[in-house]
């Protein structure tokens, strides 16, 4: 009997149970909390990315931009006035680069260039047809890309891309697996102010057979 009661009251006894519960719950609840300071501070570098871009492509579209830096092209300078602002909230161990062309109008990005003559009506171009178009990057040649390097002129729309991969700010991967690192890319297409007369581009036709 007297073992029996001795049982009992072993198994009344709750104290420390807390404890316990909170042992099976407590991997859990931290894997989630560093997973969601992980995601916030990834779209805070992103935002902040996208921000710094568009204001360094802004002061950029102007003839005689004054961006700073010590970058010996307009790109370069613009990478830098991104980074001068990423810098600051990323880990170590990232790389950032940003690319630079321009279009002739907003259109452009990311089409071909403007059929003008299509000659059998299938809009597609056809050099044997004697269709022409108007070549927007004046290389000589039909492109599904009229994109053009550099900044282009007056009027001319300027399109960048910065691409930021960076090391994980909470290493996850280390208990969850995946990726250890992110890729964010940022884009802008801003066009340049009027200081001269745009240029226009030449019409190219050709040879009908």
């Given at each position: 009997m007297a073992n029996k009661g001795i049982i009992g009251r072993i198994?009344?006894?709750?104290?420390?149970?807390?404890?316990?519960?909170?042992?099976?719950?407590?991997?859990?609840?931290?894997?989630?909390?560093?997973?969601?300071?992980?995601?916030?501070?990834?779209?805070?570098?992103?935002?902040?990315?996208?921000?710094?871009?568009?204001d360094a492509a802004r002061r950029a579209s102007v003839e005689n931009p004054n961006i700073g830096g010590s970058g010996s092209t307009l790109e370069e300078r613009v990478a830098e006035a991104v980074e001068a602002q990423v810098s600051n909230i990323v880990t170590s161990g990232y790389t950032l680069t940003v690319e630079q062309s321009n279009f002739y109008d907003f259109t452009g990005i990311g089409n071909p260039e403007k059929i003008v003559r299509d000659n059998d009506g299938d809009g597609v171009y056809d050099e044997d047809d004697g269709d022409c178009f108007s070549d927007l990057n004046e290389n000589g040649e039909f492109d599904t890309d009229t994109g053009r390097s550099g900044r282009g002129g007056a009027n001319d729309v300027v399109f960048y891309e910065a691409t930021l991969e960076m090391d994980a700010l909470v290493p996850l991967a280390n208990f969850l697996g995946g990726e250890s690192r992110y890729t964010m890319v940022a884009e802008t297409a801003i066009r340049n102010q009027p200081w001269g007369t745009q240029a226009t581009p030449p019409t190219i036709c050709g040879t009908a057979i």
């Amino acid at each position: 009997m007297a073992n029996k009661g001795i049982i009992g009251r072993i198994a009344r006894d709750d104290e420390g149970a807390a404890i316990v519960e909170f042992g099976f719950i407590a991997l859990p609840l931290i894997l989630i909390l560093l997973a969601g300071v992980d995601f916030g501070h990834r779209t805070y570098v992103s935002s902040v990315m996208q921000g710094s871009l568009t204001d360094a492509a802004r002061r950029a579209s102007v003839e005689n931009p004054n961006i700073g830096g010590s970058g010996s092209t307009l790109e370069e300078r613009v990478a830098e006035a991104v980074e001068a602002q990423v810098s600051n909230i990323v880990t170590s161990g990232y790389t950032l680069t940003v690319e630079q062309s321009n279009f002739y109008d907003f259109t452009g990005i990311g089409n071909p260039e403007k059929i003008v003559r299509d000659n059998d009506g299938d809009g597609v171009y056809d050099e044997d047809d004697g269709d022409c178009f108007s070549d927007l990057n004046e290389n000589g040649e039909f492109d599904t890309d009229t994109g053009r390097s550099g900044r282009g002129g007056a009027n001319d729309v300027v399109f960048y891309e910065a691409t930021l991969e960076m090391d994980a700010l909470v290493p996850l991967a280390n208990f969850l697996g995946g990726e250890s690192r992110y890729t964010m890319v940022a884009e802008t297409a801003i066009r340049n102010q009027p200081w001269g007369t745009q240029a226009t581009p030449p019409t190219i036709c050709g040879t009908a057979i």
